[in-house]
């Protein structure tokens, strides 16, 4: 699920979404591949980076006080939360998270070993 969460710590809120919200694969622990739109407005003029949050990995990088998107090509097998920062300072603006869910558990194995040719 994709949550837009408000602002942490200022005084006007950040603008910080994320469509889809859900990235869904066919079975338990595949890969899910989806193409996913951030969205965000920014208060203040400054540097400000989106991020990967689980390994702090940076996405993009811009300057000033805008209205911006980003296309990202998402790939992943669990669900991920992205940041929106301000450049130097370790705590996020903004989170979203995008949710990998999938139809199946687990992929579907023959009850018995055996197999007719």
Known sequence: MLMPLSALGMDSPVQFTATPERCIALHKGQLCYQDVEFNWQTPESGRFCLMQARDRQQLLCWTG???QNYLFSFEGD???RFS???????VP???VKVEVTWVYKAPRQSRSGW???
């Open 93 to 95: 603006l903004a989170e």
């Open 65 to 67: 006080r805008s209205r």
């Open 78 to 80: 669990k669900t991920t």
């Open 115 to 117: 197999r007719l040719f």
């Open 84 to 90: 929106l920062i301000r450049e130097g300072e370790p």
